[in-house]
């Protein structure tokens, strides 16, 4: 499976974004996905994820009630819905992809679990 994620760009505080990830060879059905994002000299961190099923989503505390994840599998594309963007909340943002069975309450921010990543998009919060 192929990741490709796009939609970064500048905003300023308060503002939003849509990120989007489209997923080839494979369906993005069949994977459970997952945001991450990278801060300068930061290590990479957990944003949401997305069981395969469809029925469960997780989100790091910072984002929870800001940020959405969703799917559309017709699109095969997985998006990230960010509201209220704070400035240290700019980063490289990528998406990843964990195969079936690999993903749960307990392993769902860990990136070892996620076996295919796109190459990340910059998003860049400032006024």
């Known amino acids: 499976v192929q990741l490709q994620a796009s939609g970064g760009g500048l905003v300023q505080p308060g503002g939003s974004l849509r990120l989007s990830c489209a997923v080839s060879?494979?369906?993005?059905?069949?994977?459970?996905m997952a945001w991450f994002r990278q801060a300068p000299g930061k290590e990479r961190e957990f944003v949401a994820a997305f069981t395969w099923s469809g029925g469960i989503t997780y989100y790091a505390n910072s984002v929870k009630g800001r940020f959405t994840i969703s799917r559309d599998n017709a699109k095969n594309t997985v998006f990230l819905q960010m509201n209220s963007l704070k400035a240290e909340e700019t980063a490289v943002y990528y998406c990843?992809?964990?195969?079936?069975?690999?993903?749960?309450?307990?392993?769902?921010?860990?990136?070892?679990?996620?076996?295919?990543w796109g190459r990340g998009t910059q998003v860049t919060v400032s006024s």
């Open positions: 990843a992809a964990a195969l079936r069975g690999l993903i749960n309450s307990g392993t769902y921010s860990q990136e070892s679990r996620y076996h295919y």
């Open positions: 060879r494979g369906a993005v059905s069949s994977y459970n």
